[in-house]
T-cell receptor, first 110, second 115 residues
Framework: LAKTTQPISMDSYEGQEVNITCSHN???????ITWYQQFPSQGPRFIIQ???TKVTNEVASLFIPADRKSSTLSLPRVSLSDTAVYYC???????????FGAGTRLAVHP | SQTIHQWPATLVQPVGSPLSLECTVE??????LYWYRQAAGRGLQLLFY??????ISSEVPQNLSASRPQDRQFILSSKKLLLSDSGFYLC??????????????FGQGTRLTVV
């Protein structure tokens, strides 16, 4: 399984765009990139999944360069309620063994 | 729709006592099932992973065991709890691997304190 590396923490302000980058240098051909969000005392919640290029949903966008060795989760116009821990996972397609790293602790300030 | 039930929400147990946490999933068949533990301020540690009845993969050596007696039931157990077993335990399910969908759904968690 590909190991992921992401910043331990980030700070932002309400209304700003936040970009969290994750590196996964040894990603395999059939691996997918997935991001989760976790609030205190709750289980993680799926945000977005991608394989290559760009994926967008109502919550976030995921940018994946051609070499797929990194990915960037983009949160547009964050609010205080976006304060949470964000996890980047690399998951083998067809296997679905979900290994979480330490995540990035995002703090959004007024 | 699919739902996941995990109980109890909180539990205080003395050292050396047994443990049984139960998780059930409704509305889906042959799910992948997971048990995670999260220490305070830390990330999630995958404890057990199951792709079917009786098929359990243990991810870390520890004082815990897991069983899957039915397709949508996943049980986490211990014969004798240690202080280090304290933490937030989360059960999760995801669709069978062949669907290429990596979305997992988590239960509400059990906060276990071993005293």
């Amino acid at each position: 399984l590909a190991k992921t590396t992401q910043p331990i923490s980030m700070d932002s302000y309400e209304g700003q765009e936040v970009n969290i980058t994750c590196s996964h240098n040894n990603i395999a051909t059939n691996d997918y990139i997935t991001w989760y969000q976790q609030f205190p005392s709750q289980g993680p919640r799926f945000i977005i999944q991608g394989y290559k290029t760009k994926v967008t949903n109502e919550v976030a966008s995921l940018f994946i360069p051609a070499d797929r060795k990194s990915s960037t989760l983009s949160l547009p116009r964050v609010s205080l309620s976006d304060t949470a821990v964000y996890y980047c996972l690399v998951v083998s397609g067809g296997y679905n063994k979900l290994i979480f790293g330490a995540g990035t602790r995002l703090a959004v300030h007024p | 729709s699919q739902t996941i039930h995990q109980w109890p929400a909180t539990l205080v147990q003395p050292v050396g006592s047994p443990l049984s946490l139960e998780c059930t999933v409704e509305g889906t068949s042959n799910p992948n099932l997971y048990w995670y533990r999260q220490a305070a301020g830390r990330g999630l540690q995958l404890l057990f992973y199951s792709v079917g009845i009786g098929q359990i993969s243990s991810e870390v050596p520890q004082n815990l065991s897991a069983s899957r007696p039915q397709d949508r039931q996943f049980i986490l157990s211990s014969k004798k709890l240690l202080l280090s077993d304290s933490g937030f335990y989360l059960c999760a399910w995801s669709a069978p691997g062949h669907t290429m969908n990596t979305e997992a759904f988590f239960g509400q968690g059990t906060r276990l304190t071993v005293v």
